[in-house]
């Protein structure tokens, strides 16, 4: 059975080795103590909802991060389902589905009214996910980015 739990900065050791794996997973390079920083920033500071997936034996196998953000056209907040990451040998087994349910409930829970999320194109296994769940690919607006 999977667990979901808020994270706290208790939780930062087990949270490092799954936001590593969930950078190198989109081809970026190792960074544990990176990580453990940006993680440890975004604890200390509440700026996002960092939701934990703990296995049968309490081991950390997956994460989800959300990031509030205020929506001018729908004068509310919405949250930014940033990251969603399970470990290779955890996936298919309801981990991803539970923390994107959680998501939902997280956000419902506060008032928000819609989740957001991007994935890469080529991502068919989590955009299946995605829909089977319930979520709609937005056809009215492409994204773009600017490097700085």
């Not at 509310?76 to 290779?88: G, K, T």
């Amino acid at each position: 059975m999977i667990t979901i739990r808020a994270a706290t900065h208790a939780h930062l050791d087990d949270l490092v080795p799954l936001v590593d794996g969930y950078r190198r997973f989109y081809h970026q390079p190792g960074d544990v103590d990176g990580a453990r920083r940006f993680m440890s920033e975004r604890l200390v500071k509440g700026d996002a909802h960092v939701l934990l997936a703990l296995d049968d034996d309490d081991h950390a196998i997956g994460f989800a991060q959300l990031f509030p953000v205020p929506s001018t056209t729908s004068l509310a907040s919405r949250w930014i389902l940033n990251d969603l990451f399970v470990i290779p040998e955890a996936r298919r087994q309801g981990a991803g589905s539970a923390l994107l349910e959680a998501a939902r409930e997280r956000a419902h829970a506060h008032g928000v009214s819609q989740l957001m999320l991007r994935t890469q194109v080529d991502n068919e296994t989590a955009k299946a996910r995605y829909h089977a769940l319930g979520w709609q690919r937005d056809a009215v607006f492409d994204t773009y980015l600017l490097t700085i």
